[in-house]
């Protein structure tokens, strides 16, 4: 452990650093798990399991080695450039643990909604692997704040955002640590709907209907049912008021013990309950009616929130199950890590994985890509220049067998990457038969007689 605190900034860990390294990361889990890491710096409170890891890499002497360098500034990297997604959300992925790699994911949530995340994962259950959830506060990855993280070793977030917020989930392994995964991001109400056997479509008029010829606006949702419904406690709390007003008719008002907001129940035929009486969850209330300035029209319920410092806000979000559901997994994942092709002249590269997501290129016939991940009927892929999205799986095809095959000119450099200052792996002799296994450019993909695969000029 000297040796490699004594390492200079910079230097590249070879393998028997890598092996220290690994011995190092064990002794992290163990810094991490079993003793506060405060008594090494006292002076610096982790605040996430993920902070408490760099910490431990530095006290145990690893914290300056290039690679553990790599691992924070992947971490940052991922922050500004994540994956845009809607909910729900489920992929099918693989992390290689040759490399540090974080992976980063930017949806949109609404008030009201509580969001499950989690993370199966094929690896072993002692490695650990980090689940930071952020708010945006700007575009760039310097504006983003963190908001919740998962316990250390826990692979299970849940959060609900005080207010309508854009997130972002940063998903990364300890050092030398990776495997298959499968992250699955839902949102679901965090309140109970408030008549007995309702749903969705039995709401007419929404939040912010106008009313009174305009003069003002609808502060709720009407649900409209027999009367005679029950109307049930749509969180555990206790009841303020129970009263009858001009307005609502027979009200109840009930004070949600867990979120600090106020659930107004308006237009009701029967009360039973009290004020101070404690409700949980599906209790019944009342019964749903007409009562108030309510008598003109069917049988409803008028449901509203109302939050100290906001005063009403939509009642939809806090009450509305998922409208879609996550399509099953129907793609070969053994090709996930692994390079594929496209099988088709003009394949499209896509943002989002359905065929209305706008399409970000098209793709030659052969162009080869890394399977990075899978959804649906779709793979996220990265192209050898570092770009990325989706394409249709039954597009692709794995690169096993040779397109076609040609034969070099005069000698050639035989690269690492479709680049011409990628590293040279081997030299091609002169008139080799080479097999091309695919394209991407001016670039092709071949393996040379020796075995070697690597990326030569195809002009």
């Not at 991407?440 to 007689?449: E, K």
Request: with cysteine.
């Amino acid at each position: 452990m000297e040796a490699m605190h004594r390492r200079r900034p910079g230097v590249r860990i070879g393998s028997g650093s890598a092996h220290a390294l690994r011995v190092g990361a064990a002794v992290v889990v163990i810094l991490v798990g079993c003793r506060p890491i405060e008594t090494a710096h006292d002076r610096h409170r982790p605040s996430s399991p993920r902070e408490a890891y760099l910490l431990a890499l530095d006290a145990a002497g690893l914290g300056a080695t290039a690679l553990a360098r790599d691992w924070r500034a992947v971490g940052d990297e991922a922050l500004g450039d994540p994956l845009a997604i809607t909910l729900p959300f489920r992929e099918t992925g693989y992390l290689t643990p040759e490399r540090p790699v974080a992976l980063a994911y930017r949806f949109t949530v609404r008030q009201g909604r509580r969001i499950t995340l989690s993370l199966d994962r094929t690896s072993s259950d002692t490695d650990l692997v980090f689940l930071d959830l952020f708010g945006v506060t700007g575009e760039s990855a310097s504006g983003v704040r963190p908001v919740a993280s998962a316990d250390s070793g826990a692979t299970y977030l849940e959060y609900m955002p005080p207010r309508d917020a854009e997130l972002v989930l940063r998903v990364q392994p300890e050092l030398l640590r990776g495997g298959r995964y499968t992250l699955t991001i839902s949102g679901a109400p965090t309140l109970t709907f408030p008549v007995h056997g309702g749903r969705l479509g039995d709401i007419r008029s929404v939040f912010g209907d106008p009313r009174d010829d305009g003069e003002r606006s609808h502060h709720g949702v009407d649900i409209f049912a027999s009367r005679g419904t029950p109307v049930v406690a749509a969180s555990e709390g206790t009841i303020t008021r129970v009263r009858t007003t001009p307005l609502g008719g027979k009200v109840i008002w009930l004070r949600d013990h867990r979120d600090r907001q106020s659930l107004y129940y308006a237009h009701l035929d029967s009360q039973f309950v009290t004020v101070g009486q404690w409700v949980q969850p599906g209790d019944t209330l009342g019964l749903v009616g007409n009562t108030g300035n309510a008598v003109t029209t069917p049988p409803h319920l008028h449901f509203a929130i109302y939050r100290r410092g906001e005063g009403p806000v939509d009642p939809w979000p806090f009450i509305a199950s998922p409208a879609s559901r996550l399509p099953p997994l129907e793609v070969d994942t053994a090709v996930l890590g692994q390079w594929t092709r496209s099988a088709r002249e003009g394949l499209r590269l896509r943002a989002r994985p359905t065929l209305d997501s706008p399409p970000l290129e098209e793709l030659p016939l052969h162009t080869a890509m890394r399977g990075v991940a899978a959804s649906g009927r779709w793979y996220r892929v990265r192209l050898p220049d570092g770009t990325g999205g989706y394409v249709a799986s039954w597009l692709t095809e794995p690169i096993g067998g040779p397109v076609h095959e040609r034969r070099t000119g005069t000698a050639a450099p035989l690269r690492a990457g479709p680049r011409a200052d990628a590293p040279v792996v081997a030299t091609l002799g002169a008139g080799e038969p080479l097999p091309v296994l695919g394209r991407f450019g001016p670039f092709l993909m071949v393996q040379a007689a020796a075995g070697a695969i690597g990326w030569t000029r195809g002009d």
